[in-house]
Structure formats: C-alpha cells, structure tokens
C-alpha cells in the first residue's frame, strides 16, 4: 500500500497547521500573506481570507471583495466585514444575474431592498414548486 497523496501542495498548511497558525496570539504579516495568496490561487477563499484577516492585509481582503463583485458571493462578502447596502445591491444584482438566487436573496436583504429581497424569494420558492 502506497502513501496516500498529501491533501494540499507543498508549502501550504494543512488544517491542523493552518488552525495553529491562526490561533497564535501573533502571526508575521509576511507569513499570512504567503499562505492567503496560496490559498487564493488554489480558489480556497475561505481559507485566504483567514490568513488575510490575521495578517490585516487590506490588500488581500480587497482581492476578496472584487471577487465577491465579480461572482456574486454574499456569503463570503459577509465574512469580509459591513459593507455599505450599495455594494450589497451590486453583488446581489450579480448573484441575479448568474442564476445564485439564495446569494441574490441574501444581498437584497442586508442592502434593505424589501421588493427585490420578496422578489426573489418568490423565484426560489418557484424553483422549489418545480423539482416537486
């Protein structure tokens, strides 16, 4: 029986390292946006942004938030901190667009816009009467 294949590329942490790393009082900026920009270009967001965030890195937690923008990702632009509503109308007009109708929904709702919020919900629960 062979090794198995490492669950992530050399150089990066895996998630016992990677939840050490994060729970020191202290993490060297340099380090966290070494492991962010790694995780960024594996597509793990999630991850990235946690190494932005320990590291301060308004940079990086910017290259997240155009991300958010360009795929209509409110639950992740959720973890990036308050947002004024404008952007939340813009992701959710994305999320639209792209077919994310729980993304669009959620974006509508922070940003305040109650028609639009009831709107698509109304598309979601037609969604749902479908698959029935």
């Known amino acids: 029986m062979s090794p198995a294949e490492p669950a992530v590329p050399k150089g990066v942490p895996n998630c016992l390292k990677k939840r050490q790393l994060l729970n020191e009082a202290e993490l060297n900026p340099a380090l966290c946006r070494d492991y962010g920009d790694k995780f960024l270009a594996m597509g793990w967001r999630e991850d990235a942004l946690e ?12 290259q997240l938030e155009a991300y ?10 959720a973890r990036l901190g308050k947002h004024e509503p404008e952007i939340w ?43 029935l």
């Open 51 to 62: 190494f932005f965030q320990k590291g301060r890195l308004t940079d990086g937690l910017a």
């Open 68 to 77: 958010c923008l360009e795929a209509g990702d409110a639950f992740l632009l």
């Open 89 to 131: 109308r813009q992701v959710a007009e994305r999320a639209l667009a792209l077919g994310k109708l729980h993304f669009a929904r959620r974006a509508f709702e922070v940003a305040g816009d109650t028609d639009k919020t009831a709107m698509v919900a109304g598309l979601i629960a037609g969604q749902a009467a479908i698959d």
